[in-house]
């Protein structure tokens, strides 16, 4: 069950282990932390392996990412975020997410995302849409089908 908050007026706090980890399918993880569908914000936390990629997108609001371990970064760039690096990204990039294959370790990322994530095939073309309502949906699916737990994601 989601932890609705309205009217909240006091601090909520989940612990490590109040909201579990769901398989991206490589071995990757995912957990949601919180959603606030009528802002279009979603908060998750992720585990990419090495070699992870995600397809081509753009955001139609900011990003914020913070990295905890590991690298990552995005094709179209040259950088590489690593342990401490902070990533804004303003609505209407396009980037592709990749983990290089050498990074030792999982590579544990936080991101902070307003609006929708449109995956984009390569002709540039809408694929997939995802927003704060699919990615709950997706992210309670997956619970369920790994015999997780139904977790209290924040949700307002």
């Known amino acids: 069950m989601a932890m609705t908050m309205p009217g909240v007026t006091e601090a909520v ?27 279009g914000l979603w908060i998750v936390h992720t585990r990419f392996n090495p070699g992870y990629e995600v397809q081509t997108h753009k955001h139609t609001g ?11 970064k995005y094709k179209e760039y040259d950088y ?15 980037h592709t997410l990749m983990v290089p ?23 540039g073309n809408i694929d997939l849409v995802t927003d704060a ?14 015999g997780l737990p139904r977790p209290n994601v924040v949700v307002d």
């Open 62 to 72: 900011p990003v914020w990412g913070y990295t905890n371990s590991g690298a990552w």
């Open 13 to 39: 706090h989940l612990g490590a282990d109040d909201i579990p980890w769901v398989e991206l399918g490589d071995g990757s993880l995912m957990r949601l932390l919180q959603v606030r569908i009528r802002e």
């Open 133 to 146: 309502s699919t990615v709950l949906r997706s992210y309670m699916n997956r619970c369920e089908k790994q």
């Open 80 to 94: 590489v975020n690593r342990a401490g690096s902070f990533l804004y990204e303003p609505a209407g990039s396009i």
């Open 101 to 123: 294959s050498d990074t030792v370790g999982m590579t544990d990322v936080w991101f902070q995302i307003y609006g929708a994530n449109l995956n984009l095939d390569p002709d």
